[in-house]
């Protein structure tokens, strides 16, 4: 190979040879990094769940005679309740990406294999929905009267709808024939 020019050089030598096939597959290391951020959110969220928790408990076991002290009680477990479905969907999310971007993960459930970005959807729906109807709980029973919590319910109760809806869509699309779906996005 000596006394070759370099444009005479195969394109593995002398010269680094990036495509624009290349060049997006190193983008999986940027969806690593959204990886890492939803874990370290998720992981904070418990962990604060579970010191929050502590101190509720704490706090409760000295008044347990109070009169609101059982109310309290049940509005602190539903609110930490709230805060671990966002951490859950952010660790959802965390794997999710990583199964569909970077690589397959190893001992993982079953209902947490996420083959298509669908099945991400899906999952992440199913949670939101939750957190939605619990956050709910937690305003009803601090709930003192009049007819707001009424609204706050209606907004939250077509927020649900709306998604439920999307979820029997992407539903019947992923489970469409390959044919079916070409024409529903061509129409």
Known sequence: MKG????????????????????FGLTRFVVEL???????????????????????????????SGEDTAKH??????EQADMLLVGLALL?????????????????????????????????IGIV?????VNFFSVALEWKGGSDILIYGLALASIIFSLGFYSVILNRQSHAPADDRTQVSAG
């Open 73 to 78: 009680l049940m509005i602190a477990a539903v």
């Open 34 to 64: 959204g990886v890492l951020s939803a874990l370290a959110f998720s992981v904070t969220l418990f962990v604060a769940a579970i010191v929050q928790a502590y101190h509720t408990v704490v706090q409760a076991m000295s008044h347990l």
């Open 92 to 124: 959802i999310i965390s794997l999710g990406m990583q199964a569909l971007f970077v690589g397959k993960l190893q001992n993982v459930p079953s209902w947490l294999h996420i083959r298509s970005f669908e099945d991400l959807k899906q999952k992440l």
């Open 4 to 23: 070759l020019e370099p444009a005479q050089l195969p394109p593995h030598q002398g010269r680094p040879s990036w495509t624009v096939g290349k060049v």
């Open 129 to 133: 929905i939750t957190a939605l109807a």
